[in-house]
Every structure is written in structure tokens, then in C-alpha cells.
């Protein structure tokens, strides 16, 4: 699903040779610094990081991952993503299950005032409470939102930021292939979501790296406009690759409004379900 060779190769391309110190003339032809270049300002032998890139050098220091990490400007999470990259062969991470603890559950059903889902590392949703259903506005179960965003909602869809969206997507399920690269049900995932996005296809070749972090998420909901929320991930203690995820509004602000006009209007429909979970079985 992921490699070394594809990963080194886009991170070489974007770094101005210049800005590391090698003259560039017109006669240059390789966007971004060769091979060769990277092996002689990381201080290894030229055939040597051919062989790492091939994934054909084994147990690859720390000192090397570093020292190549620092001239191909990565941060923290690339360097993060190149050393499981690089270790591949040596050790493949075991996919999680997806079942969720009965207690976990619980916990869910305590958060009434904002959306709360607990997704997987392949962003399936495997469980959500009530708010959650009304805020994607379809059932629970079976979603996924990866696939959501790329093939269900598109550029006009429930995503106010769709375009911000994707690349998170892309960037997350990128370090999950690096560090589940066994994973079947990934790999039919990123396949599917190739075969029928272009955007995905053109996001996916960049090789870009994200891990899922806190910040603004907006929504265009059909029944209750625009919702700008806050949202927190939760990596679950002893669940690999598990995280809740709860999206908050501001006190007193229109997207808290927007919840609790979006609760009270299910709740005048009638429809008092209990919240929806799903156990997504291996």
C-alpha cells in the first residue's frame, strides 16, 4: 500500500537544492535533489541510500533516519512515518479488531450535547451517539469517512471544508498504511477510493503524512445551516489505532444553537431511538 521508495522520492522533489547549498543550473533536469545528493549531506554512501530506498537495507539507524529526516526537512510526524516505513520488513503491525468495549459504549452515551463517534484507523465509524446520526444525517453503521468525503458528499456536500477535509483524509490514511501495511481491509479501502476519486488519486501520489489533530471542522447541514465546530481526538488507552472523536460547539455561539435546534427537532419528530452503534467485525 505504502513504500519507502515512493516516500523518499516525493519528499526529495519538493527540497530547493539551492536552499541546501548546491548550485543549480538550467542543464538540471530532476526536480528537487538527486539520490546522490541526499546520500552526500546525510553523511551515508550513495549506494548504501539507493539500497534504503529500495528497501533493501536492513535495520537502518536511528543516527541515518535522522540525519536523512533533517535534509529532507520533515517534521515530526514524516520522521515518524519514514522510520515504520523503513522497518517494514523487519516487523508488520497486526491490524486492530474492530470491537469496542461495552464500557467504551457507555461512555459514549454520557456525551448527549455534542456529536461523539469512536473511528479506526481505516476511519470507520464503529460506534456514535445520537447527536452523531443526526449530524451526518444518515445511519451509523456501515460509515466511513473516508469514503463519505470522496464519494457519498463531494465538493457540495455536508463538508464546508471539503477540500481542507481531504487532505486530512489522504494524510491520515497514509500513516495508517505505513504502520498497518498488512491490513487487507485498508488496502481494499484505498483501492476503492482511487479507482473512484480523482482527487484522491492526484492527493494520494504527494505522499503527504497527517496525524489527526484538534482544530475547526464546519459542516453545511440541511436542516440547520452552518455549524463551526471544535473538534478533540481521544486516543483510546489498549485500543490500537482507536480514537473518540467529539465535535463541540462554543457556549452561546450560532453552531450551539445549530445542536440544539438539530436535537429538538428529532425529538418533535418523535423519534426517540436510543443511540446507534455498530461492531464492525474483521
Not at 473511528?119 to 464503529?126: A, C, G, Q, T
Not at 481526538?233 to 452561546?252: D, I
Amino acid at each position: 500500500m505504502d513504500d519507502l521508495a515512493g516516500f523518499l522520492r516525493t519528499r526529495r522533489a519538493r527540497v530547493d537544492p539551492a536552499a541546501v547549498g548546491i548550485p543549480v543550473d538550467r542543464r538540471r533536469r530532476v526536480e528537487g535533489l538527486r539520490r546522490e545528493e541526499v546520500a552526500h549531506l546525510s553523511g551515508v554512501s550513495v549506494d548504501y541510500y539507493i539500497r534504503l530506498e529500495q528497501g533493501r537495507a536492513t535495520q537502518p539507524s536511528d543516527q541515518v533516519l535522522d540525519a536523512i529526516a533533517r535534509v529532507l526537512g520533515l517534521d515530526g510526524t514524516e520522521r515518524g512515518h519514514l522510520s515504520r516505513l523503513a522497518c517494514q520488513r523487519r516487523r508488520h503491525a497486526k491490524a486492530p479488531g474492530g470491537r469496542v468495549r461495552p464500557e467504551l459504549l457507555r461512555v459514549l452515551d454520557l456525551v448527549v450535547d455534542a456529536p461523539a463517534l469512536i473511528v479506526d484507523h481505516r476511519l470507520d465509524v464503529l460506534a456514535g451517539n445520537r447527536l452523531a446520526g443526526l449530524l451526518y444525517g444518515r445511519p451509523i453503521p456501515g460509515l466511513n469517512t473516508a469514503r463519505h468525503i470522496f464519494l457519498e458528499e463531494a465538493e457540495h456536500g455536508l463538508y464546508a471544508d471539503w477540500e481542507s477535509c481531504t487532505l486530512d483524509v489522504v494524510g491520515h490514511l497514509r500513516l495508517a498504511a505505513g504502520t498497518y501495511s498488512e491490513d487487507p481491509r485498508l488496502a481494499s479501502l484505498i483501492g476503492e477510493l482511487a479507482m473512484g476519486s480523482e482527487r484522491f488519486r492526484r492527493l494520494w501520489a504527494r505522499a503527504d503524512v497527517r496525524a489527526r489533530t484538534h482544530g475547526r471542522k464546519a459542516y453545511r447541514h440541511p436542516l440547520v445551516g452552518l455549524l463551526e465546530l471544535h473538534q478533540e481526538n481521544f486516543v483510546l488507552p489498549n485500543e490500537s489505532g482507536m480514537e473518540l472523536v467529539v465535535l463541540t460547539a462554543a457556549p452561546g455561539s450560532p453552531a450551539d444553537d445549530g445542536l440544539r435546534l438539530l436535537a429538538r427537532l428529532d425529538v418533535d419528530r418523535g423519534d426517540t431511538r436510543p443511540p446507534t452503534h455498530v461492531q464492525v467485525r474483521e
